[in-house]
């Protein structure tokens, strides 16, 4: 059985065992047909309150808060939208896009005029949000269960915030998009690190599809509704990255109806565990880095036996990366049991440590096994992980089931009670 694993820009195809091979892939929906016309929908015929052209008067000022590079949101399509809904009511020299990056690092002037397109770079001012400079902050107060809340302060000061995203599982915040273009996403770092702690990334509520009583979400939306938002867009995409359905309105009614239509795409039943999981990490930009791979490894832990074996196809152009912790804290300990237990008995929380966090909870059940094109094999040893060349003939030589995830964390497969 041969099988397309998103992989990079170019994708991979690797070679199966056919008589034990189980592919899961999220249902299929069409593309719009029209994706402009089908955002002009979302805006004007809003799930909850009036369109987004009503809700704007002349002279206000606007803050647009949008995805970094490493997501894979049309942002050259959503952006120029809601721009042309505003055109005749808002001047576009009282308009600031804001890159939401957490706590990754700002994207680079090549790499803005890629996400957004020149038209929008050369008229709208685009600013990298930066968690750790304390002047581009504003204390908004505590919210959610006592989180300190600092935000990007042309946000805060703005007299229109509109977030744009899009929704998907995601593997501790329940689905991404909606109130995460807020908090942890234009958050200063003190913010996202008790969004981040040990406690609630352990909770085993802080996991796919959850949202209500999800720790970490139930703080994400509590620190939205508290700041504010005058307009959220969020749309569905297929694997080609195309919009599938878009939404837009109130935020939280907004989100909910997002969520459920990502939920029926990306969530499928599985009756029992697999011995092997094979994933990816949903081919570029997610799989940039080894970081992001996480993601994928999550959706394959989900269906993997204990003791099983994950192998997740991560092209990881951007190493580790060398930006951020994460790497620092993943090498800190001898062994994934060691690095588990250490931050989870951590009182003060170390940036990225999350992502360890969650890694290291995997590897202590299950076996994984990274393809890459970037990193050595000395690289994965010192994040205590093997490499495969060719994970077709990795599968052939392990018993057992097989599972494949091409899309990895695009598909989140859940065992059935």
Known sequence: ????????????????????????????????????????????????????????RPGQTVAISACDGTRPQPRHLMIPAILAELDGVTDLDDVVI????????????????????????????????D???SSSLRWMGRHGKDVPV?????????????TTGFVEPHFFAGFSGGPKLVAPGLAALETVLTLHDAARIGDPRAT????????VHDDVRAIAAATGVTFALDVVLDREQRIVRAFGGDLPQMHAAATAAARAVAMRPVAEPFDVVVTTNAGF???????????????????????????????????????????????SAASPDAL????????????????????????????VIMHTSYMSDADLAEAHLEQTGDIGRTVHGLPGRVCVLPEGPMTIPYLTP
């Open 98 to 129: 804001l890159v939401a990056t957490g706590t990754h690092r700002g994207n680079s002037a090549d790499e803005l005029r890629k996400m957004f397109g020149d038209e929008v770079v050369d008229a709208v001012r685009i600013v990298n949000h």
């Open 208 to 215: 796919w599809g959850v949202i209500e009583g999800n720790p």
């Open 1 to 56: 059985m041969r099988v397309d694993l998103a992989y990079g820009t170019g994708g991979l195809v690797v070679d199966l065992p056919d008589d034990r091979t189980t592919v899961i892939t999220p249902v299929a929906r069409p593309a719009a047909p029209d994706e402009a016309a089908e955002l002009r929908r979302a805006l004007r015929e809003p799930v909850a309150g009036p369109p987004l052209r009503e809700r704007v």
């Open 285 to 331: 930009p997610l799989d940039q880095n080894l970081y992001q791979s996480v993601k994928g490894m999550s959706a394959a832990a989900q269906v993997v036996k204990p003791g099983g074996t994950i192998i997740c196809a991560a092209e990881c152009q951007d190493g580790f990366p060398d930006h951020g912790s994460y790497r620092e804290v993943l090498t």
């Open 340 to 367: 588990f237990e250490e931050i989870s008995r951590r009182a003060e929380t170390v940036p990225d440590q999350w992502q360890v966090q969650i890694q290291a909870r995997i590897q202590r059940t299950a076996r």
């Open 150 to 162: 600092w935000l990007n302060r042309e946000w805060a000061e703005a007299d229109v915030r509109i």
């Open 131 to 133: 968690a750790r400079d």
